[in-house]
Each structure stands twice: as structure tokens, then as C-alpha cells.
T-cell receptor
Framework: GAGVSQSPSNKVTEKGKDVELRCDPI?????LYWYRQSLGQGLEFLIY????????KSGLPSDRFSAERTGGSVSTLTIQRTQQEDSAVYLC???????????FGSGTRLTVV | GQNIDQPTEMTATEGAIVQINCTYQ??????LFWYQQHAGEAPTFLSY????GLEEKGRFSSFLSRSKGYSYLLLKELQMKDSASYLC?????????FGTGTRLQVFP
């Protein structure tokens, strides 16, 4: 596609429910990144993919967080048993490779109530 | 460890010049990026420095000193639309590490 697409743009969920966030990167971009941005905070790295592999998962806050990427394209970030502290904007970005700059999607604003 | 510092907030007047500083201490360095982020929107790429010196792009310039772990973003002829957060990010081998961002408010 023309840009990085994320869905949903907004998600309100009850504490304890599971959520799935989707990212569709720019066609041809092999690298895909997930970041989290809490109110007034910087971008916190979560995980990145090179192709379908995730060489660096070091930013995932707990084992409730997981992500996968299939076909070297779409990625899904799953948060199980959501907690209120998971409320944030989840940003996805893609690039031609790890030595290039990123193009960001518009993010998913997750609110856990 | 990774540490990227920027001022939290800055204010400036329309038409003026503002310099946003960024200092970093990271375990690896493969370039420094500046992004602009308007409230509620995605960050957009502004500039990239990998060698020491000044990179100029229109009203925006970015400077890097690797020996000092220091960069700045210079915005000239400020416009109201420049009110946004400016994010400094260091590439650490395979990913970008971001600072907390500087919120710039431009007043008439």
C-alpha cells in the first residue's frame, strides 16, 4: 500500500480481555517495528521483524504480549488479559531494512477500562 | 544502557529561530534521526545524520557531533504549524531508540 496502515484506529476494551492490533506495512518493506507511546512519554520499543523472523523481542513488557508476522507482510500484536497500564498508542513502522529510516502508521489508541 | 535526553518543552515566537538539543549515550551508534509528531498523529521523518556536521533541508537543519554524543535540530523562520513534538532517535544496530521528545509551542 501507499502507507503503513494500522487497525483499529481506536480500541476500548475491558480489563482482562484479549486484543489484537494489526499492521499492514508498505509493500516491499522487509523490516517492521512495534512501538508503544504512553501519554507524555517517548516511543518505547517493543519488537521488530525482519521478514517473518523477530530477531529482537527485548521490548515486550511481559509474556502477555506477543506478535507475529506472516508472508513478510501483515503483523499482529496480541495483548492477552489486558491491564489498565496497557493503555497507550501502539505505533507500527516499516522500512526497507534495518539501516533505513521508518515510515510510521497512524497508530492504534488502546484504552483499557 | 541507553539514554537519550531532550528538553521536555520549549516555546518560541513565529518567525524566530529555535534550537532543540539532544544528547545521547547508547551502546551502539549507526546514525541519528529527527522526527516531527503533531498531536494525535504519526511521527514523520525530518532528518538523518550519520557523519559529524550540519545537514540542511529548507527551514530545518540538523547537526551531529559523535565524539560529544550531541545533536541539535535548528528550525528557522518558525511558523505556527511547527508547533509539534520533535523526537530525537539513535539507531542502535538494528532499531531506533527514541528520546521522550520536545514539545515546541510557537506563539504569534
Amino acid at each position: 500500500g501507499a502507507g503503513v496502515s494500522q487497525s483499529p484506529s481506536n480500541k476500548v476494551t475491558e480489563k482482562g480481555k484479549d486484543v489484537e492490533l494489526r499492521c499492514d506495512p508498505i509493500s516491499g518493506h522487509t523490516a517492521l517495528y512495534w512501538y508503544r507511546q504512553s501519554l507524555g512519554q517517548g516511543l518505547e520499543f517493543l519488537i521488530y521483524f525482519q521478514g517473518n523472523s523477530a530477531p529482537d523481542k527485548s521490548g515486550l513488557p511481559s509474556d502477555r504480549f506477543s506478535a507475529e508476522r506472516t508472508g513478510g507482510s501483515v503483523s499482529t500484536l496480541t495483548i492477552q488479559r489486558t491491564q489498565q497500564e496497557d493503555s497507550a498508542v501502539y505505533l507500527c513502522a516499516s522500512s526497507f531494512g534495518t539501516t533505513y529510516g521508518y515510515t510510521f502508521g497512524s497508530g492504534t489508541r488502546l484504552t483499557v477500562v | 544502557g541507553q539514554n537519550i535526553d531532550q528538553p521536555t518543552e520549549m516555546t518560541a515566537t513565529e518567525g524566530a529561530i529555535v534550537q532543540i538539543n539532544c544528547t545521547y549515550q547508547t551502546s551502539g551508534f549507526n546514525g541519528l534521526f529527527w522526527y516531527q509528531q503533531h498531536a494525535g498523529e504519526a511521527p514523520t521523518f525530518l532528518s538523518y545524520n550519520v557523519l559529524d556536521g550540519l545537514e540542511e533541508k529548507g527551514r530545518f537543519s540538523s547537526f551531529l557531533s559523535r565524539s560529544k554524543g550531541y545533536s541539535y535540530l535548528l528550525l528557522k523562520e518558525l511558523q505556527m504549524k511547527d508547533s509539534a513534538s520533535y523526537l530525537c532517535a539513535v539507531r542502535n544496530t538494528d532499531k531506533l531508540i527514541f528520546g521522550t521528545g520536545t514539545r515546541l509551542q510557537v506563539f504569534p
